[in-house]
């Protein structure tokens, strides 16, 4: 075999010898005339005719050169012309045996309908592509080669006429390779009908000799011409994917929806269209249109005859599997039975759930699992399965032996007849998915108690000696549903069957579909395996390691037969199982012993919790009860009284007020309660604990506090708060409440040392609270809240702790002597001055009183009143200045924007809301109060 680099060698000889022949179609006339020019000279000179005879030697060895030179040329090119026929059939070679190896490629990944018959173990075997097309046929495919190839079938170099005549204009064409379409959209059959039908039953043939049953599904309605279609299995068995077929008009049926459809006599609007026909010689050929090109295509044709042969063979390929009619009742297998010895359990878990052949079949869930998978699609048993293998092992074995955890996710009736078992301590459904959670994660502490009873006794095996734990089986029905909405129990089941076995936890989970439902720590423990009808091929060998069970059609024909591998079978056994009816359950619940036992987890918390009465003094406030399921624990939680305090955050309604009352009533003394319903007392009491305290602080409704002060006061009275908490613990508590975790209220809250979370409408307001999304709960009822992250029930104290009632002081009456006063022309202002004129008391203005500049003498015990705007004022400011140091100056709260202006301080007045009937109170000496004016 000549190697590239030769080849080319030669190919460069043949080019460099072709270029100097044809320099010589040409006489070298130069060359003859030199020669006869110096003979005719010479004889001049010497006058010898000899001479003249050198004149023809030169003309006649041009000649006989040329001649040489043409005839080295022919043979050149003799030899380069046999040189590149050479390369060029070895090049014809190389490509054609490089075009037959793709095609035998494509053949092999995409199988005709004879390749599949040829080779039984293709039928129904999952190819990566070949399941997402369809073969129509064969032609000439115009294949692409890369240059990389090219080079390596020895191209490199190669003449362009060998290349061209070897690869033709438009490329190399593969031969007699398969044509196929994607399987999706809509594909029409037109041309003579009887072609037509031969090619459209081809085509159905082909995709159920690729696609199993419960993969692909036949639908539409069909004409009597297609009724051997009705005996394809992937007409009765729903399918994943739909494949309608569509007929025109003269053709009865309509083709529903489907992932693809066959239009069979017409192409109107499909996609890809295929016109039948035949040749010459009879032959049907058929032209293949798509939006891109048109192909000639050999197309598959089969007869009716054909087609019904080769449906009667698929369906008689999973006929074997098919069960018997008639169900099989679970309690003809247990009668009669013996009872068995006490402590039985401790050592088996037998129990049997159907028949094979014509004996009882049992599974031993302690020899032959430790735990089990179940796979079973709709309606082919699975959960009848899982009933019987329940009430079997109920029927041989007492509670004190087994007890069962049973989990339905797909709507809560699978299970709800055993109920009445005693053996069965608790059935979990997707219908309350919080009690769902609550009961998966009970199991965590079981597995925590258990390990705690073993070493207790000192073994490390149930099996080992009397331990007094029955053994518990936990059951799942739809355990795929499970994981889509609790993704976190995933690792919960990894761990129950990594470490069950020797605790005496067994699982049992069933499922709809294993492929990307069990990971491969489940598949690692789980050797107890349980088929059905399987949605394909891939579930089989992923859970019994081969394809023996069938496809089979879905119905009440197909249920309850089902393939069984444990761990020490070399191949799976086909069982028929039995059923466990309501009636057998009820007569067996009736004469069942033992008692029942308490299920793994505690009950959810009440929804409404009374403070317990405690005596003596306590070094903690209880806040309520917390739940902890993975700890099998529900107790008292609270505060510690060094604690700094406590922040309750929480919606309306949700509780807040009712922690605040719980936790106040167990503190001797409360000196301040402060909420938002009396700003001004509110005020009053934030300064006044804010310099001196003596016992708690109380501060509820602290964000709506904050945005019912004006802006000044309300800045202020975040300094006050924040001041409150640093200066808190050590038996002075800080208690605060809010709806809403504001700004000015963040920092204050990170200073409190713990947090309780209530009950929040909005997600975004519970996270920015620092709770965690997978804790908001908007359905919670009050007081229900996380506390650290510990779900809680806050106790409701009976009395209410609040300080004594808000003070209201009595109203203020000008004093005896000269008073001014500051307002503006309001309703309040004019009631207050009719009120003071009923009095007695004389209020004039200060042009009346102050026109002179000297403040005016008073009779003794008389009351006068001086009422400007603070526009009037400015005229008598030195007036002002005098009277202010001499007497009392009252300050309309509609005049605040001049306090300062008027009052000489900077600090902020006493809160005196607007419209109240308030005032400022300056006297002389004395810091500025709030008076009650009405």
């Given at each position: 075999?000549?190697?590239?680099?030769?080849?080319?060698?030669?190919?460069?000889?043949?080019?460099?010898?072709?270029?100097?022949?044809?320099?010589?179609?040409?006489?070298?006339?130069?060359?003859?005339?030199?020669?006869?020019?110096?003979?005719?000279?010479?004889?001049?000179?010497?006058?010898?005719?000899?001479?003249?005879?050198?004149?023809?030697?030169?003309?006649?060895?041009?000649?006989?050169?040329?001649?040489?030179?043409?005839?080295?040329?022919?043979?050149?090119?003799?030899?380069?012309?046999?040189?590149?026929?050479?390369?060029?059939?070895?090049?014809?070679?190389?490509?054609?045996?490089?075009?037959?190896?793709?095609?035998?490629?494509?053949?092999?990944?995409?199988?005709?309908?004879?390749?599949?018959?040829?080779?039984?173990?293709?039928?129904?075997?999952?190819?990566?592509?070949?399941?997402?097309?369809?073969?129509?046929?064969?032609?000439?495919?115009?294949?692409?080669?890369?240059?990389?190839?090219?080079?390596?079938?020895?191209?490199?170099?190669?003449?362009?006429?060998?290349?061209?005549?070897?690869?033709?204009?438009?490329?190399?064409?593969?031969?007699?390779?398969?044509?196929?379409?994607?399987?999706?959209?809509?594909?029409?059959?037109?041309?003579?009908?009887?072609?037509?039908?031969?090619?459209?039953?081809?085509?159905?043939?082909?995709?159920?000799?690729?696609?199993?049953?419960?993969?692909?599904?036949?639908?539409?309605?069909?004409?009597?011409?297609?009724?051997?279609?009705?005996?394809?299995?992937?007409?009765?068995?729903?399918?994943?994917?739909?494949?309608?077929?569509?007929?025109?008009?003269?053709?009865?049926?309509?083709?529903?929806?489907?992932?693809?459809?066959?239009?069979?006599?017409?192409?109107?609007?499909?996609?890809?269209?295929?016109?039948?026909?035949?040749?010459?010689?009879?032959?049907?050929?058929?032209?293949?249109?798509?939006?891109?090109?048109?192909?000639?295509?050999?197309?598959?044709?089969?007869?009716?005859?054909?087609?019904?042969?080769?449906?009667?063979?698929?369906?008689?390929?999973?006929?074997?599997?098919?069960?018997?009619?008639?169900?099989?009742?679970?309690?003809?297998?247990?009668?009669?039975?013996?009872?068995?010895?006490?402590?039985?359990?401790?050592?088996?878990?037998?129990?049997?759930?159907?028949?094979?052949?014509?004996?009882?079949?049992?599974?031993?869930?302690?020899?032959?699992?430790?735990?089990?998978?179940?796979?079973?699609?709709?309606?082919?048993?699975?959960?009848?399965?899982?009933?019987?293998?329940?009430?079997?092992?109920?029927?041989?074995?007492?509670?004190?032996?087994?007890?069962?955890v049973l989990a339905d996710f797909k709507g809560g009736t699978a299970f709800?007849?055993?109920?009445?078992?005693?053996?069965?301590?608790?059935?979990?459904?997707?219908?309350?998915?919080?009690?769902?959670?609550?009961?998966?994660?009970?199991?965590?502490?079981?597995?925590?108690?258990?390990?705690?009873?073993?070493?207790?006794?000192?073994?490390?095996?149930?099996?080992?000696?009397?331990?007094?734990?029955?053994?518990?089986?936990?059951?799942?029905?739809?355990?795929?549903?499970?994981?889509?909405?609790?993704?976190?129990?995933?690792?919960?089941?990894?761990?129950?069957?990594?470490?069950?076995?020797?605790?005496?936890?067994?699982?049992i989970l069933g499922t709809q579909r294993a492929t990307g439902v069990f990971?491969?720590?489940?598949?690692?423990?789980?050797?107890?395996?349980?088929?059905?009808?399987?949605?394909?091929?891939?579930?089989?060998?992923?859970?019994?390691?081969?394809?023996?069970?069938?496809?089979?059609?879905?119905?009440?024909?197909?249920?309850?037969?089902?393939?069984?591998?444990?761990?020490?079978?070399?191949?799976?056994?086909?069982?028929?199982?039995?059923?466990?009816?309501?009636?057998?359950?009820?007569?067996?619940?009736?004469?069942?012993?033992?008692?029942?036992?308490?299920?793994?987890?505690?009950?959810?918390?009440?929804?409404?919790?009374?403070?317990?009465?405690?005596?003596?003094?306590?070094?903690?406030?209880?806040?309520?009860?917390?739940?902890?399921?993975?700890?099998?624990?529900?107790?008292?939680?609270?505060?510690?009284?060094?604690?700094?305090?406590?922040?309750?955050?929480?919606?309306?309604?949700?509780?807040?007020?009712?922690?605040?009352?719980?936790?106040?009533?167990?503190?001797?003394?409360?000196?301040?309660?402060?909420?938002?319903?009396?700003?001004?007392?509110?005020?009053?009491?934030?300064?006044?604990?804010?310099?001196?305290?003596?016992?708690?602080?109380?501060?509820?409704?602290?964000?709506?506090?904050?945005?019912?002060?004006?802006?000044?006061?309300?800045?202020?009275?975040?300094?006050?708060?924040?001041?409150?908490?640093?200066?808190?613990?050590?038996?002075?508590?800080?208690?605060?409440?809010?709806?809403?975790?504001?700004?000015?209220?963040?920092?204050?809250?990170?200073?409190?040392?713990?947090?309780?979370?209530?009950?929040?409408?909005?997600?975004?307001?519970?996270?920015?609270?620092?709770?965690?999304?997978?804790h908001h709960d908007p359905t919670a009822p009050p007081g229900r809240g996380?506390?650290?992250?510990?779900?809680?029930?806050?106790?409701?104290?009976?009395?209410?702790?609040?300080?004594?009632?808000?003070?209201?002081?009595?109203?203020?009456?000008?004093?005896?002597?000269?008073?001014?006063?500051?307002?503006?022309?309001?309703?309040?202002?004019?009631?207050?001055?009719?009120?003071?004129?009923?009095?007695?008391?004389?209020?004039?203005?200060?042009?009346?009183?102050?026109?002179?500049?000297?403040?005016?003498?008073?009779?003794?015990?008389?009351?006068?009143?001086?009422?400007?705007?603070?526009?009037?004022?400015?005229?008598?400011?030195?007036?002002?200045?005098?009277?202010?140091?001499?007497?009392?100056?009252?300050?309309?709260?509609?005049?605040?924007?001049?306090?300062?202006?008027?009052?000489?301080?900077?600090?902020?007045?006493?809160?005196?809301?607007?419209?109240?009937?308030?005032?400022?109170?300056?006297?002389?000496?004395?810091?500025?109060?709030?008076?009650?004016?009405?």
């Amino acid at each position: 075999m000549r190697s590239s680099s030769g080849t080319a060698h030669r190919r460069s000889s043949v080019k460099d010898s072709r270029g100097p022949a044809r320099g010589t179609t040409g006489l070298p006339v130069l060359a003859m005339t030199v020669p006869v020019l110096g003979a005719v000279a010479l004889w001049v000179v010497t006058g010898s005719v000899l001479s003249l005879w050198f004149a023809a030697l030169a003309p006649l060895m041009a000649v006989a050169g040329f001649g040489d030179r043409v005839w080295a040329a022919r043979r050149a090119r003799r030899r380069d012309d046999a040189v590149a026929q050479a390369d060029s059939a070895a090049l014809s070679a190389a490509l054609e045996e490089e075009l037959t190896h793709r095609r035998d490629r494509a053949w092999r990944a995409s199988p005709d309908i004879r390749r599949l018959l040829e080779e039984p173990a293709e039928l129904w075997r999952e190819v990566p592509g070949r399941q997402e097309h369809l073969v129509l046929g064969s032609g000439d495919v115009a294949t692409e080669l890369p240059a990389a190839q090219l080079t390596g079938l020895g191209a490199e170099g190669s003449a362009p006429k060998s290349m061209t005549r070897v690869l033709g204009a438009g490329g190399p064409t593969m031969r007699d390779a398969p044509i196929v379409v994607p399987l999706r959209g809509s594909l029409g059959v037109d041309g003579p009908e009887p072609l037509v039908a031969g090619v459209v039953r081809a085509m159905i043939v082909q995709l159920c000799l690729v696609h199993p049953p419960g993969r692909l599904e036949i639908v539409g309605d069909l004409p009597e011409s297609f009724a051997w279609v009705e005996e394809l299995p992937h007409r009765v068995t729903p399918g994943q994917h739909r494949v309608a077929l569509g007929f025109s008009s003269g053709w009865e049926g309509a083709a529903g929806a489907a992932d693809a459809t066959i239009l069979v006599g017409s192409g109107r609007g499909a996609a890809v269209r295929m016109l039948v026909g035949q040749t010459s010689t009879g032959a049907a050929h058929a032209a293949l249109e798509t939006a891109e090109t048109t192909l000639e295509v050999v197309p598959q044709v089969l007869s009716e005859f054909q087609a019904s042969l080769l449906a009667r063979s698929l369906r008689g390929r999973i006929a074997p599997t098919a069960p018997d009619d008639s169900p099989l009742a679970l309690g003809d297998l247990l009668a009669p039975r013996r009872t068995p010895a006490p402590g039985a359990g401790s050592r088996t878990l037998a129990g049997a759930i159907g028949t094979s052949g014509a004996r009882p079949f049992c599974l031993d869930l302690v020899s032959d699992g430790p735990h089990a998978l179940v796979v079973g699609t709709t309606g082919s048993g699975k959960s009848e399965l899982l009933r019987t293998w329940v009430v079997s092992l109920a029927a041989h074995y007492t509670p004190e032996d087994v007890v069962f955890v049973l989990a339905d996710f797909k709507g809560g009736t699978a299970f709800s007849s055993l109920r009445s078992l005693p053996h069965v301590t608790g059935v979990l459904t997707d219908l309350d998915a919080a009690a769902a959670t609550r009961g998966l994660e009970g199991l965590r502490a079981e597995v925590r108690r258990r390990e705690g009873v073993l070493a207790a006794v000192g073994i490390r095996d149930i099996a080992e000696g009397a331990t007094g734990l029955p053994r518990l089986v936990v059951v799942v029905d739809e355990f795929a549903t499970l994981l889509s909405s609790h993704g976190e129990l995933a690792h919960l089941f990894i761990d129950l069957t990594a470490r069950g076995r020797a605790l005496g936890i067994h699982v049992i989970l069933g499922t709809q579909r294993a492929t990307g439902v069990f990971r491969e720590a489940l598949l690692a423990n789980c050797l107890l395996r349980v088929v059905l009808r399987a949605a394909d091929a891939a579930d089989c060998r992923l859970m019994l390691g081969d394809d023996t069970p069938q496809r089979r059609p879905a119905g009440a024909h197909s249920a309850g037969t089902a393939h069984v591998r444990r761990a020490g079978d070399e191949r799976a056994v086909r069982i028929r199982v039995a059923v466990a009816d309501d009636e057998f359950v009820s007569e067996l619940a009736a004469r069942a012993q033992g008692a029942r036992v308490p299920a793994p987890w505690l009950e959810p918390l009440p929804a409404d919790a009374r403070l317990p009465r405690r005596e003596g003094n306590d070094d903690m406030l209880l806040i309520g009860i917390a739940d902890e399921p993975h700890l099998q624990r529900q107790e008292p939680i609270g505060l510690a009284r060094s604690d700094r305090g406590l922040c309750v955050i929480g919606a309306a309604g949700s509780g807040v007020t009712t922690a605040l009352h719980t936790i106040a009533a167990q503190i001797d003394r409360v000196d301040a309660w402060i909420d938002a319903g009396d700003l001004e007392a509110a005020w009053d009491d934030l300064n006044r604990v804010a310099v001196s305290r003596d016992g708690a602080v109380v501060v509820d409704e602290a964000d709506a506090l904050l945005a019912a002060l004006p802006p000044d006061y309300a800045h202020a009275a975040a300094g006050l708060l924040e001041t409150i908490a640093r200066s808190s613990g050590e038996e002075r508590q800080f208690l605060l409440g809010l709806e809403r975790l504001t700004a000015p209220l963040a920092r204050i809250a990170d200073l409190m040392s713990r947090r309780l979370l209530l009950r929040h409408t909005q997600r975004t307001d519970y996270l920015a609270a620092g709770g965690m999304a997978s804790h908001h709960d908007p359905t919670a009822p009050p007081g229900r809240g996380r506390l650290s992250g510990t779900l809680v029930q806050v106790y409701r104290a009976e009395a209410s702790p609040r300080s004594g009632a808000a003070s209201h002081p009595s109203l203020w009456l000008p004093p005896a002597g000269l008073t001014s006063w500051v307002t503006r022309a309001t309703p309040g202002a004019e009631r207050t001055h009719e009120q003071w004129l009923a009095h007695g008391v004389e209020i004039m203005s200060p042009d009346d009183v102050l026109g002179a500049g000297v403040p005016p003498m008073i009779e003794p015990g008389r009351s006068r009143v001086v009422r400007a705007e603070p526009e009037q004022w400015q005229r008598f400011w030195a007036a002002l200045t005098t009277l202010r140091a001499q007497g009392p100056l009252l300050i309309d709260p509609s005049c605040s924007g001049e306090y300062r202006i008027l009052t000489g301080r900077r600090d902020l007045p006493p809160l005196c809301l607007p419209g109240a009937p308030r005032g400022w109170l300056l006297e002389p000496g004395c810091d500025v109060g709030r008076v009650r004016l009405g």
